[in-house]
Nanobody, 115 residues
């Protein structure tokens, strides 16, 4: 059974930082490309950052230089370090795992940036 446990979301003022974690089970984690998506109310779900099985990373233009994705294959966990947060970063953030035709999603964690 594939399961993701996401944590680290919350309320933070503009300029603050959060670190999201997504611990996976039921998959061979090291084989999967991992990603973080976000969805704000009334908007589409967008890819924020991804990291391949080999460690290559990709970022949404609006978060480059502020967000960092990383993975720890020994812990089956992917992270998203978010710095210099802005109100427009407010959304539900979802962890995703992809390998060939398989694609799995976490339950989402709310990030709210507000003073």
């Amino acid at each position: 059974q594939v399961q993701f446990v996401e944590s680290g979301g919350g309320l933070v003022p503009p300029g603050g930082s959060l670190r999201l974690s997504c611990a996976a089970s039921g998959i061979i984690f090291s084989m999967y490309s991992m990603g973080w998506y976000r969805q704000a109310p009334g908007k589409q779900r967008d890819l924020v950052a991804s990291i391949s099985s080999g460690g290559s990373t990709n970022y949404l233009d609006s978060v480059k230089g502020r967000f960092t994705i990383s993975r720890d294959n020994a812990k089956n966990t992917v992270y998203l370090q978010m710095n210099s947060l802005k109100p427009e970063d407010t959304a539900v953030y979802y962890c995703s795992a992809r390998w060939e035709l398989a694609n799995f999603w976490g339950q989402g964690t709310q990030v709210t940036v507000s003073s």
